[in-house]
């Protein structure tokens, strides 16, 4: 089965940078779709950014001119600037072949098209 495997996160200041990583493993496929959500206690999974496999990127407007999702070979990144506490949640990678035709927007409030997930990595700002 595909795997994802999170790295990065941890601590940081308001106004501070972060960035996380997700290597995806025992993949079949050269190119997959992948996104990142974030969950803060209490509140419901939350879309950030998705990335196509032509590479057509998407985000939630909260993060928009801040974060930036990127994805060499079958890694997916996202650096995070301008960090507010309202950002801080646990950091989940997900992935699939396809979106199922939806688009990266719609994909963002769509965590069902994604069948592979990391186990989440901590951001705190």
């Known amino acids: 089965d595909v795997q994802l495997v999170e790295s990065g996160g941890g601590s940081v200041q308001t106004g501070g940078s972060l960035s996380v990583s997700c290597t995806v493993s025992?993949?079949?496929?050269?190119?997959?779709?992948m996104a990142w959500f974030r969950q803060a206690p209490g509140k419901e999974r939350e879309g950030v950014a998705v990335?196509?496999?032509?590479?057509t990127t998407a985000y939630t407007q909260s993060v928009k001119d801040r974060f930036t999702i990127s994805q060499v070979n079958n890694t997916l990144y996202l650096q995070m600037n301008g960090l507010k506490p309202e950002d801080s949640a646990m950091y989940y990678c997900?992935?699939?072949?396809?979106?199922?035709?939806?688009?990266?927007?719609?994909?963002?409030?769509?965590?069902?098209?994604?069948?592979?997930w990391g186990h989440g990595t901590q951001v705190t700002v």
């Open positions: 997900a992935a699939d072949r396809a979106l199922g035709g939806i688009t990266p927007i719609e994909a963002l409030a769509a965590p069902l098209a994604f069948g592979y």
């Open positions: 990335i196509d496999g032509a590479g």
């Open positions: 025992r993949g079949t496929y050269s190119t997959y779709c």
